[in-house]
């Protein structure tokens, strides 16, 4: 693993974090596939309870990787579907993973990184951290993240930021149902444990199915929903707008858009 790693303590909780400091955590196609593969090594691992989602660094994590972004959009059909799928196979593996997943948010999480908290079942924050979907200010959507999003938000909830790229704060971020809790720095690790320690007194199986049940019951976020999104996505990697929101990036310039 070279994005990311893992630490497994004696009880159980086995800790997945995010190792792309010096890229703000952003999600590249190494991570992607590392992290896919993770949940599947945990989510099959029966001594495994519970699984704590962290990061290296100042952030949580930034997103796609732009760079990666910029490369579907330059790729064949092909290859731009399968740069897709991987993303949104990524996030259905993490909501899927049958294990309790915590969020740990200690830092700013922008698009794709709000989306990564959304497959959570739990998310706490701590105050100074940001938020956002920063996608429409690079002409972009949220696209393979929407599913998640409007399941942890509620439609009228999720279209209050959804689509401005405003940032808000991790107050809001507890209104909009993103987050279940939000303290100080230092009161973080034993937020997340306060989640983590009733896991440990029941039973492993029964979580897992209780996960599926809520899962068959809630939103649906199957392979339809799951293909939608992907093609959404897609259709907008083709467009003028991301071409330009991706150049004006790399350009350090506002793009046409912006006044």
Not at 216 to 223: K, M, N, S, V
Request: hydrophobic residues 50%; contains cysteine.
């Amino acid at each position: 693993m070279e994005t990311i790693r893992i630490d497994t303590d004696a009880r159980g909780v086995a800790t997945l974090w995010l190792a792309r400091a010096d890229k703000h955590n952003a999600l590249s196609a190494a991570m992607m596939d590392e992290l896919t593969e993770a949940a599947a090594t945990l989510g099959a691992d029966p001594a495994v309870r519970v699984v704590v989602l962290a990061a290296e660094g100042k952030s949580f994590c930034a997103g796609g990787d732009l760079g990666w972004m910029q490369e579907q959009m330059r790729a064949d059909a092909a290859t731009r579907r399968a740069g897709a799928e991987r993303l949104a196979g990524m996030l259905n593996a993490l909501n899927e993973m049958p294990k309790p997943l915590i969020g740990r948010v200690h830092g700013n999480a922008f698009g794709g990184g709000v989306g990564m908290m959304s497959v959570c079942d739990v998310a706490v924050g701590v105050h100074g951290a940001r938020f956002g979907f920063t996608e429409t200010k690079l002409g972009l959507i949220p696209a393979t993240i929407g599913p998640y999003v409007l399941a942890r938000m509620g439609e009228d909830k999720a279209r209050r930021v959804f689509m401005s790229a405003r940032l808000f704060d991790a107050a809001e971020a507890v209104r909009l149902n993103l987050l279940a809790a939000v303290v100080n720095a230092g009161d973080l690790d034993a937020a997340v444990e306060d989640e983590v320690a009733p896991y440990l007194s029941v039973a492993p199986g029964a979580v897992a199915e209780a996960k599926r049940l809520a899962r068959a019951l809630g939103p649906r976020i199957d392979a339809e929903v799951i293909a939608h999104s992907i093609g959404r996505l897609i259709a907008v990697w083709e467009g003028e707008e991301a071409a330009e929101g991706i150049a004006a990036f790399f350009e350090k310039r506002p793009p046409a858009w912006a006044q």
